[in-house]
């Protein structure tokens, strides 16, 4: 009499913590791709400016409030550069499962991460936004340590 009433106990929990779950993604999802009104900045490497588009969550919107901001990125991997931000921004953070070319993302709540090729990852990010045009950045970004200068438009 019992196995039957905890074997039903536990598929009710699991149906429900599913549910939840999906219910989780399809936020994220939503949030992290829709472009934000007047989410335009400007992004400038060494003379080579470039536009990106950010999306319209928390994030990007803390992240937005910093600029304009002139910055040391660091080199990593040979397919991204990033800083450590002095403050902790909101998070909302998924695994993307591909990165793309011109990826603007928040790695853990400090970390701004600019990414200048196309990978699969297995790590989670907070989208921010994205670069319209990246042609020629990973010229730009060059295979060291680069000062980039993130403005509003």
Known sequence: ???PFLVMMLLVS????????????DD?????????????????VNSQTFMATLLD????????????????????????????????????SSNPQTIKNGDLMLYGSKTLVLFYKTFSTSYSYTKLGAIDDVTGLATALGSGNVT???EVE
């Open 1 to 3: 009499m019992k196995q």
């Open 28 to 44: 994220n999802n939503t949030e992290n791709t829709t472009p934000m009104p007047n989410g335009k900045i400007k992004i400038t």
């Open 57 to 92: 969550n928390n994030s990007a919107k803390a992240f937005k409030e910093m600029l304009p901001l002139t910055i040391n990125m660091i080199e990593l991997n040979g397919n991204e550069k990033y800083y450590d931000l002095p403050n902790s921004l909101p998070t909302n």
């Open 14 to 25: 699991v149906l429900c913590s599913s549910a939840t779950s999906c219910d989780k993604n």
């Open 148 to 150: 980039v200068t993130f």
